[in-house]
């Protein structure tokens, strides 16, 4: 080959390579672009700049010092209708927890109270919900509640449920520098402020966008509803509707307006179209135990005071997909189950009660591994059975479920007679 050729024929090669290669890279984004879509991340942020231009003294300053607040915040519906971070963050030089700052009185971060003043209703939903007191007073107990917040608890149907609930006798084993950054982390969603107002708002509403996309999805929700004792987001991605969001979820209306969602908006349920959405003949929420018929947290279920009411309202949101044979099916069928699980956790009282009234195990919790057995019969296999036979979750219903609980009692039985034959 002469040398004329041989350069053309290397021109030639190079050309193809790098056709190739575009290709690849045209190929390569379009992928992304559907997987991105896809995964429900938008490629873009179409919402427009509220703050663009704005001469406000907090924005030009936390521009500089924490610019990701501003642009979460001038995205945001607040930002929009002109609320400003001194509405939320400025208070009086003797309100509570009042700190100085670039010559005002400010609230790192605001409390429920401070929300209250514009989500009146939403705020008095959400304080007779369990996301509130009845949280918290899970892992702390009530003993420490001033009187106002006491009566506050008890006028919840969890807190009629459990009025003198004593401190957590996990989280008292463990101590307060694991439970801070473990149960508290979660629970502190119904913790009191130090203005005596209760709760944090932004465990579900995060700061500083207050997107109603990101408060609907599934995913804001497995921030603390996963795990052992209450595997709800697993539940749901194993279940027809969380199929049903894996595979459609962004093509949802995740901002349409509250109170107007439709089957159009929704083709299937999310945890926020069941339990506090205003959707079908249920109206919107903040109240996440308004629509249950059952205490399924306990370990041993009970009907809620208004479970009729609790049981039309979410049957309500059922039909706008369900009819009215296939919803009474479940419910008729998911009473029976949790009654069954009922009987399990009963089982596992039965086979402590000659362990405790023969005083052969000692009265301090969780000094013998029998007892860590007893708590996992209904913490975590009795709840995950329950959760998961309402949420059709079968894998969760039988093999973390009703399989654990039988295997754990046939345990339990063994430990027992060592103890009572010693």
Not at 10 to 26: K, T
Not at 60 to 73: D, L, T, W
Not at 126 to 140: E, G, T
Request: include cysteine; aromatic fraction near 8%; hydrophobic fraction near 35%.
């Amino acid at each position: 080959m002469d040398g004329g050729s041989e350069k053309s024929a290397v021109r030639n090669a190079r050309i193809l390579i790098i056709s190739i290669v575009g290709v690849c890279l045209v190929v390569g984004f379009i992928l992304v672009i559907r997987l991105t879509a896809q995964a429900n991340i938008p490629v873009s942020d179409e919402r427009p700049d509220a703050l663009a231009g704005s001469q406000d003294a907090c924005v030009e300053c936390h521009r500089q010092s924490s610019p990701g607040i501003v642009q979460q915040y001038s995205h945001s519906s607040m930002a929009s209708a002109n609320v400003t971070c001194n509405d939320c963050h400025v208070v009086s030089a003797d309100y509570p927890g009042a700190i100085a700052h670039e010559g005002s009185y400010v609230l790192h971060s605001p409390s429920t109270a401070k929300c209250q003043s514009c989500h009146a209703e939403e705020t008095a939903q959400y304080l007779q919900s369990r996301h509130a007191l009845p949280s918290w007073v899970a892992v702390v107990g009530s003993k420490d509640l001033p009187a106002d917040l006491m009566a506050q608890y008890q006028s919840i149907p969890e807190g009629q449920f459990a009025p003198n609930k004593e401190r957590n006798a996990i989280a008292a084993l463990e101590g307060e520098d694991i439970t801070h950054f473990a149960c508290e982390t979660c629970h502190a969603i119904g913790k009191p402020a130090v203005d005596s107002s209760t709760g944090q708002c932004q465990k579900c509403h995060l700061r500083h966008e207050f997107s109603l996309e990101q408060a609907r999805k599934p995913e804001t929700c497995n921030a603390c509803h996963i795990g052992p004792d209450h595997p709800q987001w697993e539940i749901y991605q194993e279940s027809p509707h969380g199929i049903a969001y894996a595979t459609g979820g962004y093509r949802y209306n995740w901002e349409a307006e509250p109170g107007t969602l439709t089957v159009k908006d929704f083709p299937a349920a999310t945890c926020s179209v069941c339990h506090m959405s205003g959707f079908g003949g249920a109206p919107t929420t903040h109240d996440v135990g308004d629509r249950l018929s059952w205490y399924l947290f306990a370990s041993v279920s009970q009907r809620r005071p208004d479970w009729e009411k609790n049981k039309q309202s979410m049957q309500s949101v059922c039909l706008e997909c369900h009819n009215q044979q296939f919803v009474n099916d479940l419910y008729d069928k998911a009473d029976n189950a949790t009654l069954a699980v009922n009987a399990f956790v009963d089982q596992g009282s039965q086979i402590m009660t000659p362990l405790r009234e023969g005083g052969l195990i000692s009265p301090k919790a969780f000094d013998e591994p029998i007892e860590y057995q007893e708590f996992e019969l209904w913490h975590h296999w009795g709840r995950t059975a329950k959760f998961g036979l309402w949420m059709q979750g079968p894998d969760y219903t039988q093999w973390h479920g009703a399989y654990e609980m039988v295997k754990t009692l046939t345990e339990m039985k063994a430990m027992a007679e060592d103890i009572l034959n010693q």
